[in-house]
Antibody, heavy 121, light 110 residues
Framework: EVQLVESGGGLVQPGGSLRLSCAAS????????MNWVRQAPGKGLEWISY????????YYADSVKGRFTISRDNPKNSLFLHMNSLRVEDTALYYC??????????????WGQGTLVTVSS | QSVLTQPPSVSEAPHQRVTISCSGS????????VNWYQQLPGKAPKLLIY???LRPSGVSDRFSGSKSGTSASLAISGLQSEDEADYYC???????????FGPGTTVTVL
C-alpha cells in the first residue's frame, strides 16, 4: 500500500524557518519524482515544488523561489522541504505528492494527508 | 490568481450529469496533459483523470475527461450525494515551468 506521511509542521513566527519531511513507503521511492503542494485554509491547491527521481530537475513556484528548498534522500525514502523567511501567507496545509509519468508527462498522482504550517506572531 | 479558469460552483439533481470546464492557454492546457482531482471535505485530493481523459484504476467510469484546444472538461454522470466535493483541474505550464491548478469548482448535489 502506497503511503506518504508528512511531518514537521507547526507554529512559527514570521521570518522563521521550518523543515518538513515526508516518509514514503509501499513503492520504489527512488524511481519517482515528487512534489510539494499546499492549501491555505479555505483556499485552493497551490503547487510549490518538484524534484525528479535523480534530483537533476528541480522547479519552484515563484511564490516560494529563493526561500524554499526541496530535497530528497532516496536510500531513506524521504522527501524534504526546507522553508526559510516564512511569511504569514505561507500558512497552509502542506501535502507531499508523488508524481507519476505517462509518456513525456509527469503528473501528481498520490497525496499524503498533509502537515499544517502556521506562520503567526 | 490562477492561469486556469474554472466556475466556482455547479449544482445538479441526483442521477443527472454535470460538466466542469477548465480554460487555459497554449502554454498549459493546449500543449500538456490535463489532470482532474477530487477533494472531499476534510480529505486529501484524489486523482480522478490524468492525461486529459484517462482514469486511474479504481476510479468510477461515471467520471470522464475531455480536452479541445485550450479548454478541458470533467463530466460526472449519474450524480450521487457522495460526489459532493471540490474538483480541481491541473496541468504543467511551459511559461511558468511549473504545475498549475485551477481555482476549484464546488459540486453540490441538490
Amino acid at each position: 500500500e502506497v503511503q506518504l506521511v508528512e511531518s514537521g509542521g507547526g507554529l512559527v513566527q514570521p521570518g522563521g524557518s521550518l523543515r518538513l519531511s515526508c516518509a514514503a513507503s509501499g513503492f520504489t521511492f527512488e524511481t519517482y519524482s515528487m512534489n510539494w503542494v499546499r492549501q491555505a485554509p479555505g483556499k485552493g491547491l497551490e503547487w510549490i515544488s518538484y524534484i525528479s527521481s535523480s534530483k537533476v530537475s528541480i522547479y519552484y513556484a515563484d511564490s516560494v523561489k529563493g526561500r524554499f528548498t526541496i530535497s530528497r534522500d532516496n536510500p531513506k525514502n524521504s522527501l524534504f522541504l526546507h522553508m526559510n523567511s516564512l511569511r504569514v501567507e505561507d500558512t497552509a496545509l502542506y501535502y507531499c505528492v508523488r508524481a507519476e509519468w505517462f509518456y513525456d508527462t509527469s503528473y501528481p498522482d498520490f497525496w499524503g494527508q498533509g502537515t499544517l504550517v502556521t506562520v503567526s506572531s | 490568481q490562477s492561469v486556469l479558469t474554472q466556475p466556482p460552483s455547479v449544482s445538479e439533481a441526483p442521477h443527472q450529469r454535470v460538466t466542469i470546464s477548465c480554460s487555459g492557454s497554449s502554454s498549459n492546457i493546449e500543449n500538456n496533459g490535463v489532470n482532474w482531482y477530487q477533494q472531499l471535505p476534510g480529505k486529501a485530493p484524489k486523482l480522478l483523470i490524468y492525461y486529459d481523459d484517462l482514469r486511474p484504476s479504481g476510479v468510477s467510469d461515471r467520471f470522464s475527461g475531455s480536452k479541445s484546444g485550450t479548454s478541458a472538461s470533467l463530466a460526472i454522470s449519474g450524480l450521487q450525494s457522495e460526489d459532493e466535493a471540490d474538483y480541481y483541474c491541473a496541468t504543467w505550464d511551459d511559461k511558468l515551468s511549473g504545475f498549475v491548478f485551477g481555482p476549484g469548482t464546488t459540486v453540490t448535489v441538490l
